[in-house]
């Protein structure tokens, strides 16, 4: 059975880090490329970073450049999101998505075959 397992969410004051873990099973591994999106309340699910498997390439939404930071470890399965620098507005649940598809589109969900539960971040100002 396909899973990814989220880790890493919490509290914390803006200007703070945390690290997000994405853990996927070895089905899940055989896949192009792992993503984070997040969803706010009231809003849509919004895409976050995202980074191959293979050559380790990395995409980024505008406003986390420079702040937020995707990493993978082949040997653990895992893929990492290091934010730095956090902002109320990074308010969310964080979720790991795994793409099959080798197409360049990694910031459109549908793109995305299989998700994890979530995690929720929250930045108090």
Not at 107 to 125: A, I, K, L
Request: net charge positive.
């Amino acid at each position: 059975q396909v899973q990814l397992v989220e880790s890493g969410g919490g509290l914390v004051q803006a200007g703070g880090s945390l690290r997000l873990s994405c853990v996927a099973s070895e089905r899940t591994f055989s896949s192009h490329a792992m993503a984070w999106f997040r969803q706010a309340p009231g809003k849509e699910r919004e895409f976050v970073a995202a980074i191959t498997w293979s050559r380790g390439y990395t995409y980024y939404r505008d406003s986390v450049k420079g702040r937020f930071t995707i990493s993978r470890d082949n040997a653990k399965n895992t893929v990492y999101l290091q934010m730095n620098s956090l902002k109320p507005e990074d308010t969310a649940v964080y979720y790991c998505a795994s793409k099959f598809s080798n197409s360049n589109i990694y910031r459109n969900p549908n793109e995305y075959n299989y998700w994890g539960q979530g995690t929720q971040v929250t930045v108090s100002s």
